[in-house]
Each structure stands twice: as structure tokens, then as C-alpha cells.
């Protein structure tokens, strides 16, 4: 029965949604560490009065170790990662901390599980560690061929949960998200920075001819999907999580636009998209599609998306209209702060 959550990475996007979510159940005590990088929202946490909050780098054994030790979770959920595919090509090293990090946190919940403890692991992994597929869709068990260092990165993590799940018998469940979009998401990413791009009359760059292809899912609805599979035996199961809106990243954008003339006054309404957009050279190892079978999880866990894309695009758009603050806020620290 789980009453301990460990969130890590509480103060990022799909994160501290996870936490709100939970939260609001009233029924599990949680602890959130995070190291604040510059792409974290570094108030997240004061907004969870009953959430233990820790600053602290995964990389930090002996400070997690304390924590972990101290708290004695049944479920440690493993969100925290550096995420952005443009800075892992500009920077690589840093994301060895996702995999070192993500070795700190198994090898300490060994420990609590050698000890008979009640505790289980799940890793919030990505479609990007299967690389890119021109048809079909990715498996639960596809091979990985990651591209980026950041992929790469996330799949170095997960190869180390299958083997401490394999080796040593740690309880671990591992799940491949498609790509998140809602409220808090970095400002960095694609649909924010296309409603920020519009709201402040600046052309965005888009890659390429913005034809790479991804599925998108709402948070909330990736968030349901991970809680459906938290009550379930951790046997080193791996779980697609996917969406069945699967478009090109220019009509996304198209979408986004046309969505956001409809809401917005302060721009002229047949302005075309063309104007908000700027083509720029593709970023190397680009992958092409990514698409997620993820019948299994429907079936395991009877889970169902609840919303439709205009549904959740809206909702998004909405909260991007009505937080400027936080907008503002995220400016100030993307200035101060590399990661
Ligand atoms: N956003 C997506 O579309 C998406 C899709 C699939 C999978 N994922 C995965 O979901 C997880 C969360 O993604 P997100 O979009 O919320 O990312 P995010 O970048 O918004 O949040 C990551 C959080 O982890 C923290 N963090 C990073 N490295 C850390 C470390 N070493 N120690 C402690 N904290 C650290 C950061 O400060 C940040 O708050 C990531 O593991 C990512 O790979 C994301």
C-alpha cells in the first residue's frame, strides 16, 4: 500500500503537475527534491504547504541518501532530469548527471529494499530514447537508438533501472512518454515559446521545415497515466504512454496560431502565420517522427485520454493568457541561469 511518495524534479513541469494531482487525494505524504537548474520553476514547491521540499542534486549521494533514508518511501518517482534537447547538443556533459543521478537514487532505494522496505521505483522516461521511426510505432519493448545527448542521456538512466530491476531485484516500472504540453511548462519548449512568440509580436525560429512529426499528450492526461500505475506490481514492466494527436510541429504551431487569434485581439486577425515564423537550419541528429503504441497500457490500466487536442490546446493557451507573472518570473531565471 503506498503512503510515501518520493517525487524528484517537483519543481518541473510534468512534476509538480504530478504533485498537485497527488496532493489533492489527501491521502499520501510527499517529499520533492530538486537542484532548481535554470529550467525548473523555482517556486513550484511553496505553492505544496503539506510537501517536504529539498534543494539537492541527485549527483549529491550522501544528501539524498540522508533524505531517502530519513523519509522511507514506498514509491520514488524519478522526474528529475535535464530535459532540453538543444542544450544537451550545445553542453553534453551536464546530462551525465541524469544518468548519474538516476544511479544515486537506485542504489539508495537497493539499500532500502535489502532491508526488506516497501519501495518501488518508476522511471518517467521519453519517446526519444527509441530514436526515430519513418512508419509505424514504438513498443513498450522497442530497441533503443537514442540521437541526442539528452536522449542518450535518459536512455544510459533507463538501461540502469532494467538492471538493478534484472540484477538485484529492485521493484521498477518504466514509462515512455510522448511529448507533454500545459500549464508550467518551460518557456523554452514548443507551445510556449509559440504563444509567447505570438504574444509579443516576435517571429519564432522553427526547425527545419517544421515537418518532424510527434504525438502530443496533455499533462494531466500523461499524469492520470503514470497514478494508474502506481498501485500496480513493479515487475520491470515498461509502458508506452501516447497520445492519438499526432501532427507535424508547423501544423501545430498553425494550430496554435489560428487558436490564439481567436482568443487575442491585439494582433490583425488576417495576419498569416508566415508572419510569426521564421525557418532556421535544422538542429543536427533531428529526429524525424516519433509515434507510441500504447494499447497495452489501455489494457493494463484501463486508462483513456480525457481530453481532445483543441480541448487541452485551449486550456493551455488559457493559462499562458492568465499567468503572466509566472511568465515573467521563468524570464528572469532562464537570464540567470544556464541550467
Ligand atoms: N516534457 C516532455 O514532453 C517529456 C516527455 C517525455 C518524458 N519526459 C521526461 O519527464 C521528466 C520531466 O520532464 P519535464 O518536462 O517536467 O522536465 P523539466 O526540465 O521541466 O523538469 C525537470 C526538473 O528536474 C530537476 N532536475 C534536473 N536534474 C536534476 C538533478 N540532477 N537533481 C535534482 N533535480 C534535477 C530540474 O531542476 C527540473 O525542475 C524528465 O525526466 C523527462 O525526460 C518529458
Redesign the pocket.
Same mark, same amino acid.
Given at each position: 500500500m503506498i503512503k510515501k511518495i518520493l517525487v *524528484?524534479?517537483?519543481?518541473?513541469?510534468?512534476?509538480q503537475n504530478f504533485i498537485n494531482f497527488i496532493s489533492k487525494k489527501k491521502k499520501y505524504k510527499i517529499v520533492n527534491?530538486?537542484?532548481?537548474?535554470g529550467?525548473?520553476?523555482r517556486n513550484a514547491h511553496k505553492k505544496f504547504k503539506n510537501v517536504r521540499f529539498f534543494k539537492?542534486?541527485?549527483?549529491d549521494k550522501l544528501k539524498i541518501n540522508k533524505i531517502v533514508r530519513k523519509f522511507k518511501p514506498n514509491l520514488v518517482i524519478?522526474?528529475?532530469?535535464?530535459?532540453?534537447v538543444d542544450k544537451s547538443i550545445k553542453n553534453s556533459e551536464v546530462f551525465l548527471?541524469?544518468i548519474v543521478?538516476t544511479h544515486n537514487l537506485l542504489s539508495i532505494c537497493l539499500e532500502l529494499h535489502k532491508l526488506n522496505k516497501d519501495i518501488k521505483f518508476l522511471q518517467?522516461? *521519453?519517446?526519444?530514447v527509441f530514436g526515430s521511426i519513418k512508419l509505424g510505432k514504438f513498443q513498450n519493448n522497442s530497441p533503443y537508438k537514442p540521437n541526442s545527448p539528452y536522449s542518450a542521456s535518459?536512455a544510459s538512466s533507463d538501461h540502469l533501472v532494467r538492471a538493478f530491476n534484472k540484477t538485484y531485484g529492485l521493484p521498477t516500472l518504466t514509462t515512455?512518454?510522448?511529448?507533454?504540453?500545459g500549464p508550467y511548462?518551460?518557456l523554452e519548449?514548443l507551445i510556449p515559446l509559440t504563444i509567447l512568440s505570438y504574444l509579443k509580436k516576435e517571429k519564432m525560429g522553427i526547425y527545419g521545415k517544421g515537418l518532424q512529426k510527434r504525438q502530443w499528450i496533455y499533462v494531466s492526461d500523461n499524469i492520470r497515466a503514470i497514478y494508474s500505475l502506481i498501485n500496480k506490481k513493479f515487475t520491470g514492466r515498461n509502458f508506452c504512454i501516447g497520445s492519438k494527436n499526432e501532427m507535424s510541429n508547423i501544423d501545430l504551431v498553425k494550430k496554435i496560431i489560428r487558436l490564439l487569434k481567436k482568443k487575442t485581439s491585439i494582433l490583425e486577425k488576417k495576419i498569416n502565420y508566415k508572419n510569426y515564423l521564421k525557418f532556421v537550419k535544422d538542429r543536427p541528429g533531428h529526429d524525424y517522427r516519433y509515434s507510441l503504441d500504447y494499447k497495452d497500457l489501455r489494457k493494463y490500466s484501463r486508462w483513456s485520454e480525457k481530453f481532445t487536442l483543441d480541448e487541452s490546446l485551449n486550456l493551455t493557451i488559457d493559462w499562458y493568457l492568465d499567468n503572466q507573472k509566472w511568465i515573467r518570473d521563468q524570464e528572469k531565471s532562464l537570464e540567470n541561469f544556464k541550467y
Amino acid at each position: 500500500m503506498i503512503k510515501k511518495i518520493l517525487v *524528484t524534479g517537483g519543481n518541473g513541469f510534468i512534476g509538480q503537475n504530478f504533485i498537485n494531482f497527488i496532493s489533492k487525494k489527501k491521502k499520501y505524504k510527499i517529499v520533492n527534491i530538486d537542484s532548481l537548474t535554470g529550467s525548473s520553476d523555482r517556486n513550484a514547491h511553496k505553492k505544496f504547504k503539506n510537501v517536504r521540499f529539498f534543494k539537492a542534486n541527485l549527483i549529491d549521494k550522501l544528501k539524498i541518501n540522508k533524505i531517502v533514508r530519513k523519509f522511507k518511501p514506498n514509491l520514488v518517482i524519478n522526474f528529475a532530469a535535464h530535459s532540453h534537447v538543444d542544450k544537451s547538443i550545445k553542453n553534453s556533459e551536464v546530462f551525465l548527471e541524469n544518468i548519474v543521478g538516476t544511479h544515486n537514487l537506485l542504489s539508495i532505494c537497493l539499500e532500502l529494499h535489502k532491508l526488506n522496505k516497501d519501495i518501488k521505483f518508476l522511471q518517467v522516461s *521519453t519517446d526519444e530514447v527509441f530514436g526515430s521511426i519513418k512508419l509505424g510505432k514504438f513498443q513498450n519493448n522497442s530497441p533503443y537508438k537514442p540521437n541526442s545527448p539528452y536522449s542518450a542521456s535518459k536512455a544510459s538512466s533507463d538501461h540502469l533501472v532494467r538492471a538493478f530491476n534484472k540484477t538485484y531485484g529492485l521493484p521498477t516500472l518504466t514509462t515512455y512518454s510522448c511529448n507533454n504540453f500545459g500549464p508550467y511548462q518551460h518557456l523554452e519548449k514548443l507551445i510556449p515559446l509559440t504563444i509567447l512568440s505570438y504574444l509579443k509580436k516576435e517571429k519564432m525560429g522553427i526547425y527545419g521545415k517544421g515537418l518532424q512529426k510527434r504525438q502530443w499528450i496533455y499533462v494531466s492526461d500523461n499524469i492520470r497515466a503514470i497514478y494508474s500505475l502506481i498501485n500496480k506490481k513493479f515487475t520491470g514492466r515498461n509502458f508506452c504512454i501516447g497520445s492519438k494527436n499526432e501532427m507535424s510541429n508547423i501544423d501545430l504551431v498553425k494550430k496554435i496560431i489560428r487558436l490564439l487569434k481567436k482568443k487575442t485581439s491585439i494582433l490583425e486577425k488576417k495576419i498569416n502565420y508566415k508572419n510569426y515564423l521564421k525557418f532556421v537550419k535544422d538542429r543536427p541528429g533531428h529526429d524525424y517522427r516519433y509515434s507510441l503504441d500504447y494499447k497495452d497500457l489501455r489494457k493494463y490500466s484501463r486508462w483513456s485520454e480525457k481530453f481532445t487536442l483543441d480541448e487541452s490546446l485551449n486550456l493551455t493557451i488559457d493559462w499562458y493568457l492568465d499567468n503572466q507573472k509566472w511568465i515573467r518570473d521563468q524570464e528572469k531565471s532562464l537570464e540567470n541561469f544556464k541550467y
